[in-house]
């Protein structure tokens, strides 16, 4: 057996991967590894990293990858969103040590701690700017759409679900980079396992520290050994709390 443990605490994104890959080699392995360590190094320090999640957050919400259709509310949420985190007077209410996307961000960059709690990971409607303080400093358009969230409690509902959603892809290309795809990560590390007659016992103390790359790693986790059996076998063992359950 060849096993892997993430912890919750102090576990970042990036760790997660890391932590798969250790004490493999292989052609294919190794250059994974060197993906993450390239989108690593673009990324100088806590300011950088909150920043370039912001600007992914706003493309995130304005240009979705589901095409499923949205609700009257949800469709209102994307037109309104973009007003909000790309102003430049807003945007500081989100990257401020008190603001939501510099709480996020740092727990991702990293890991969680015995001071967090795992609801800090993710927007709440607290977290929306509905009465920001120089609100006339703002634009017009961003003020707009202060009036609108703070009028309609669905359309705040909907926002926060929306800026959630969208928060995990942000997140995924700030710390771990376009180039790594999760389930290509499991398929050549349980294919380098078969080759050492080895398979992969995977242990995950808490499913919230791995949000930005749950969705992949729940489809990752369904691939059999393939037709020829050319990959290792695989035993998943994971704790999921029932706020995240909850919130999911």
């Given amino acids: 057996w060849h096993h892997v443990y993430i912890e919750k605490s102090n576990t970042s994104l990036r760790k997660v991967i890391r932590t798969i890959l250790a004490d493999l ?3 294919k392995i190794n ?13 100088s320090d806590l300011e950088e990293a ?3 999640v912001l600007s992914e957050l ?11 259709t949205e609700t009257k509310f949800q469709e209102e949420a994307r037109r309104q969103l973009p007003l909000l985190l790309a102003d ?22 990293e890991g969680l701690t015995g001071d967090d709690d795992e609801r800090d990971l993710f927007f709440t409607q607290a977290d929306l700017p509905i009465a920001p303080t120089g609100l006339t400093d703002a634009s017009k358009p961003a003020q707009g759409a202060v009036k609108l969230l703070a009028r309609s409690k669905p359309l705040r509902d909907e926002a ?9 892809r942000a ?28 398979e992969l016992a995977l242990y995950i103390e808490d499913l919230v520290v791995l949000h930005g790359i749950d969705l992949e790693l729940a489809q990752a986790l369904s691939v059999g050994t393939g037709t020829g059996g050319e990959r290792c076998g695989m035993r998943t063992a994971i704790a999921v709390t029932d706020g995240y359950l909850h919130e999911g």
């Fill in 88 to 109: 430049p007077h807003l945007k500081q209410e989100f990257l401020n040590e008190h603001g939501a996307v510099h709480r996020i961000t740092r727990i991702s960059y």
């Fill in 58 to 68: 706003v493309v995130n919400v304005e240009f979705p990858e589901s095409e499923a």
């Fill in 160 to 168: 926060v679900k929306i800026l959630n959603l969208e928060l995990a």
């Fill in 171 to 198: 997140k995924a290309r700030v710390f771990i980079g376009t180039g790594i795809d999760l389930l290509e990560v499991f398929d050549e590390v349980r294919k380098e396992l078969k080759n050492q007659g080895l």
């Fill in 31 to 43: 250059e994974l590894r060197d993906k993450l360590e390239e989108a690593h190094a673009q990324i």
């Fill in 25 to 27: 080699s292989g052609e």
């Fill in 50 to 52: 909150k920043t370039r």
